[in-house]
């Protein structure tokens, strides 16, 4: 049972209170209305009904407030929770992340999922409680920023495995080199909230290290990569010193586009240029994103919960659980920002004494103290302790995987919202050819004979990124098809007519921007719109840096907006961790951080314009001069070829800005110089990719402003 | 395929067909010799300049109202010096650069082929797609005169000694025997229809033989000229008719300008009381702002108003039937002309445009009709004459 000291922190406090306290009542109720339609129950027999529900029981009945509503979202939760556990502890660790993740499909609508780590492994007595107890963990009781924080994730991950298939969640972990690997099968009871080991009678089993060991796990069936790069020729395969491997076995559905694996893999590259994935999807293609940095983000700082930031009840549980004796000295030691001057004015205000015993501090006695502590003037708490991605790898995160010509970045100073410190990154890339454009044939007649849209419209929008109801319809129509037709008869004429289209329709107009959510580096893929960020990139005015957008949507445009919020504690709307929540301090930064961006992009597509304007120029000149080389020289016989030629030298210098870069008054510029330390622009020219050999690039080769 | 379809067109440019009809330069008529050179100057400049790696450019010299002066003592519109320049790579004027080089290059290949266009003629001989794009080098008649326009200012040449020509508008009947182009021509003999007044009337082409008509009558439009022929008028009071079709073309500018100066006959105008015939009045007395470098040998600064007045209205007894309302437009135009220097300082002119504008109307020479079909042959323009009852 979780006390209630772990409820209060986080915004999911009242759904937790009624699974556990209230849940007496909860049941009671349930009787009083079957009762009425029967015979009356009495206290007595309804007292008999009256018993514990163990957490693990509730969300085996609601699992969709942990993200397994449905077989598809249920395989990404799983994926999502395990990478994101693999980041946090390579981090926290400071070991520069490689993670492999691997899908197979192995019944109907069955799929085992496999994620390793090279972190720090997890010592063998700690193995069975993470994995078989829900509600275990080592971040939700501190205050730092990680991805994970609240010790469900992966054990709900492993109990809808077992509720699914019934198969027991299978880790491998190991803590060094020359330590075994520990290797175990575990189930949850879901009535007890306490794991149940399968195999080694109840201990585990133990591989011996080096070359042995892997060969008894490779023999016994358990997957383990020993090995970093074990395919790559010419290089020595090194050892894979410390990491888990999580497996579980679970009832689900693979299906590429919106809200999928790989969505949340490729994004999760893009907030993470320190990691580098693996991906094995279930149709054997293999997917890896590089790190472009070995840089791993700064160790992020744990502190203590300002006094804003603390609720009622959090408050109670803290004052039982110190173990200072005084009030002052609970104050200035459990708060941070509450020095002896500040704790003494927090007691007057509650009429206590900053001398009295703690013990003594009842729940009137704790109100008073909360109220004032709302009323006192505290300093905000340090903001030191978060760690942003920076405008430097978010520039090199969302090129690595978003094609563009255009990127810009902005970290905003950190900022506090109650008694939370905060910190909030926009990045924003534009132009490149949408994925629409890009898919071969072979791709998109699988992905339609995967999709179980009803309608091919239907299908367009929830495939593709960017492609909204506006653009499937002009590929519809351009494709000749009704919006109505049904994805699963195309014939493969059809397909090719709709592929034909795809490629040839012009969409950057009817284009709608992409906005990718973080967390904490986590990727945000569901309930775009009840989340903060979405709200605040639709209440901007995109029209005022030059792109199109109707009043209170999304603009339209070839833009992928990436916004990222870390905080030691992420407000968010539920526990499925999907939606930020707006809090005013956190809308104003959000608003702020778009508008950096937002100007630079204005001003990039006013040169932009500029300089298209300039070739256009350039080629109203050209057209005419053939015509003015050959009238000349009919009048007075002059080489019309040679006099073109010159003419032709004169126009290209008199248009040279057509080749150089122009700022938004028309004055000359030092190439992005002017543009501030925060933007990447990447030459679209079809010469340009192929000086480059293609869409490949070394890192080297674009410049880093 | 394409290219050869274009290149057909460009003028002299493609070699084995040019000299098959090209009369060698030395046989070539004097005045066609100067233009020649005029021309090729134009050709040489572009090529020294792009030798240079400089932009081209010409210097066109500006037709417009503030490039033109009044001359006080010759009475007629002349051209200022301003001059606009008319760029190759320039946005606005790079097309209109191109379209004066083949203009030039036409001009240059019918004074070596010793033959005449007509405007319509010559906007089709350069009229072709542009190679590798979907556009015509001139798009429409109206893109093409004015280019001809700006070669004449700009080479100081005449119309006709570019070899070209408008076509005819404008007739003639009358006390006159001329010989055109080596035809025996009595004005007085030539039906309803009358002597079609040709583009070209210099001296080469028209000569007058013999004359005894007292004046010329000008009048703005056919319908008006047929009354007047029908009725005799000319036979009776020994005058010579003409029209210009409204504004009139410069051949019968030229030609009243003759019939004014050689035959010393004085010029009468009878034009609508409205801006318009004002203003053609004023073409016809002082010269067109637009070719005010002709005026020399078009103007004819003793011509003579004789109406419609705008006291008509009343003298005449018309109804307000017989009157059109004035437009915005029309109020506009009126305004403008009573400021034109040579109207500017000429009280009766300000009080015959001031009456216009208190009438609020117009009038057309065909409302005196209202009164009498042949009122205007027989009363109107009899007493005006009788009375010398006309404005300057
Ligand atoms: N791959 C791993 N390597 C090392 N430690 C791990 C790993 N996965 C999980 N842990 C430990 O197990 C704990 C529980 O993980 P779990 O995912 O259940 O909760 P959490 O990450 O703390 O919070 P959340 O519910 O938000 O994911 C973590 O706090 C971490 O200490
Ligand atoms: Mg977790």
Known sequence: MLSSAKRKRSPRKKSGEQETSDSGAGGAADGVVRARRRRRGTAESMAAKQRDISVSEFFAKNRHLLGFDNPRKALLTTVKEAVDNSLDACEEAQIVPEVWVHIEQTGESRYRVSVQDNGPGIVKRQIPLIFGKLLYGSKFHRLRMSRGQQGIGISAAGMYGKLTTGKPVKIVSKISIRKPAHYYEIEIDTKKNIPEIHNGRGNGVDFPPGEKGHQLMRKKGIAWVSHYDADKEGVDPREVRSGTRVSIEQEGRYQRGRGSVDEYLQQTAIANPHVTLHYLDPEGNETVYSRSTKTLPDEPKEIKPHPYGVEIGHLVTMLKDTDASTLAQFLTSAFSRVSPAVSRRICEGAKLSTRGSIKKIGRDEADALYQSIQKTKISAPSTDCICPIGEDLLLRGLHRVVPGEFYVASTRPPAVYRGNPFQIEVALCYGGTSVVEKVTYEVLAELLSQSDARTLRQFLVNTFDGVGAEASDKILKKAGFGSRQSPGKLKSSDIDKLHHAMQNVNLTDSHAMQVYRYANRVPLQFQQAACAITQAVTKMNWRSYGLSQSRGALPNAPVTIMVHMASVWVPFTSESKEAVAGYPEIEKELRLGLQAVGRKLGMYLRRRQKVKQEGERRSIFLRYLGEVAQAVSSINDADSKDLYEKLLRVAERKTSEADTKLDSRGKKIEETGDFGGNVLIVDQSPEALLEKGGKEQDEGQQALF | ?392
């Open chain 2, 1 to 392: 395929m394409a290219k050869k379809k274009v290149r057909k067109h460009a003028a002299s440019a493609t070699p084995g067909k040019a000299p098959k009809s090209k009369i060698p330069k030395s046989k070539l008529p004097a005045r066609d010799k100067k233009t020649l050179g005029s021309l090729k100057g134009m050709a040489d400049k572009v090529v020294q300049t792009a030798n240079r790696s400089r932009a081209p450019q010409l210097d066109i010299p500006s037709r417009s109202l503030s490039n033109v002066k009044f001359n006080r003592t010759q009475k007629i519109i002349e051209m200022g010096s301003n001059k606009n320049k008319r760029e190759l790579f320039n946005l606005s004027q790079a097309k209109a650069y191109m379209q004066t080089m083949l203009v030039g290059s036409g001009c240059k290949e019918l004074i070596g082929e010793q033959k005449t266009l007509s405007l319509r003629g010559m906007y089709y001989r350069l009229k072709h797609t542009i190679e590798g794009t979907k556009e015509e080098t001139f798009e429409d008649q109206s893109d093409c005169d004015p280019i001809i326009e700006d070669v004449e200012v700009s080479l100081n040449a005449l119309r006709e000694e570019l070899h070209v020509y408008a076509s005819n508008r404008g007739s003639m009947v009358g006390n006159l025997q001329l010989n055109d182009s080596g035809d025996d021509i009595d004005c007085a003999r030539m039906g309803s229809g009358g002597y079609s007044i040709p583009s070209i009337v210099e001296p080469e082409i028209v000569k007058f033989v013999k004359s005894n008509a007292k004046f010329v009558l000008h009048v703005e439009k056919d319908t008006v000229w047929r009354r007047f022929n029908e009725d005799k008028f000319w036979k009776k009071h020994n005058c010579i008719l003409t029209h210009g079709g409204g504004q009139p073309p410069r051949g019968v500018r030229r030609l009243l300008n003759r019939l004014h100066h050689e035959l010393k006959l004085p010029v009468y105008c009878l034009l609508d009381n409205d801006p318009w015939g004002y203003y053609i009045y004023s073409v016809i007395k002082q010269g067109s702002i637009n070719l005010a470098y002709e005026s020399k040998r078009m103007a004819i600064p003793k011509a003579r108003y004789i109406g419609l007045s705008s006291r008509d209205y009343e003298r005449c007894g018309l109804s307000p039937s017989a009157t059109i309302k004035l437009s915005e437009n029309d109020i506009k135009r009126a305004k403008q002309i009573a400021r034109y220097p040579w109207f500017e300082k000429k009280k009766p002119w300000q009080k015959e445009i001031d009456h216009m504008l208190k009438n609020g109307f117009k009038m057309e020479v065909e409302s005196l009709i209202s009164l009498d079909i042949s009122y205007v042959t027989e009363e109107y323009v009899p007493a005006r004459l009788q009375d010398r009852d006309f404005l300057d």
